[in-house]
């Protein structure tokens, strides 16, 4: 069953003409009588009794109408807001993201909006694992985490920026005025880090255990807002990305010296998936701002 068929059946209908109503639809009445038979053939039943010339709508035509009509309109609905979702009038962007990049996240939001307000956001935030989880079942359009995870061929990777390593301790601390720590510096502090779960932690382990060092973790936790509310305190430091903090008050930074303790932000989605235009617009936007 095509919709051409509905359409030409309808026309039919209409004007119980099969000569008017290929007229009308610039076909010939060959082309009209034939798509028409096809129709009632495959339904199994005749749509229009055939008396000489004329014709009328059998029962079961009238009935069939009333659903070949939902059916072209439905059809119409359909086009309608995928025109509307190319125009970027309509649609919806599911993206998870990192807590670390929840700073490069906002300022992308408030341009994006700005311009397309009729798009509409869901945020996930989480864990690297948690997220590349939920992209992998097809539950978000995108991530946005850190680089240092097994690259997969059903993944495409697009780099953003990179920032530094660094300790991070409380404004008030006898530490802040260094411009730089090292990492045997570090171990001996008494430090709170995020839960295993995050890539930063991994990241920070990997780091001690290359430079043989031991290092005594007094706090894990899972939120990061929490673990930065508690290093201001002043009893405890951490060890964050830069962009994890830049907008953070009460709080100091000092970059980590020593070999490839920089991290990479990078936008991970579906390799040979559909690329919405609406994600495509936000990808440029998060380049351009980065």
Do not use: C
Not at 18 to 35: D, V
Not at 206 to 224: G, M, Q, R, Y
């Amino acid at each position: 069953m095509e919709l051409r068929q509905l359409k030409y059946f309808l026309k039919a209908k209409e004007l119980l003409n099969f000569t008017e109503a290929a007229n009308s639809l610039h076909i010939s009445q060959s082309t009209l009588s034939k798509q028409i038979k096809q129709l009632e053939n495959e339904l199994k039943i005749p749509l229009f009794n055939r008396i000489g010339k004329r014709i009328t709508i059998t029962e079961a035509g009238e009935l069939f109408s009333v659903y070949a009509l939902q059916s072209i309109n439905k059809a119409k609905d359909g086009f309608q807001l995928l025109k509307d979702l190319n125009d970027l009038e309509t649609g919806k962007i599911i993206l998870g993201v990192t807590y670390a990049l929840r700073y490069v996240l906002t300022k992308s939001l408030v341009e994006f909006t700005s311009r397309f307000p009729k798009i509409k956001f869901e945020i996930v935030f989480g864990t690297s694992k948690e997220l590349l989880e939920k992209l992998s079942h097809f539950e978000l359009d995108f991530i946005l985490t850190f680089e240092e995870i097994p690259s997969k061929n059903h993944f495409k990777y697009q780099k953003l920026f990179s920032s530094p390593m660094t300790l991070v301790t409380s404004s008030k601390s006898a530490l802040r005025g260094k411009t730089s720590i090292t990492l045997n510096e570090i171990s001996k502090l008494p430090l709170i880090l995020p839960s295993r779960g995050y890539s930063t932690t991994q990241f920070i382990n990997d780091s001690f255990v290359k430079n043989k060092l031991n290092v005594s973790v007094a706090i894990e936790i899972n939120d990061i807002p929490t673990l930065l509310e508690l290093v201001k305190t002043g009893n405890w430091h951490t060890i964050l990305a830069q962009t994890t903090v830049a907008s953070e008050k009460d709080l100091f930074t000092i970059p980590i010296t020593g070999k490839n303790m920089t991290r990479t932000a990078i936008i991970i989605s579906l390799n040979e998936v559909y690329e919405k235009k609406a994600v495509s617009i936000f990808f440029n936007i998060l380049k351009s701002l980065t």
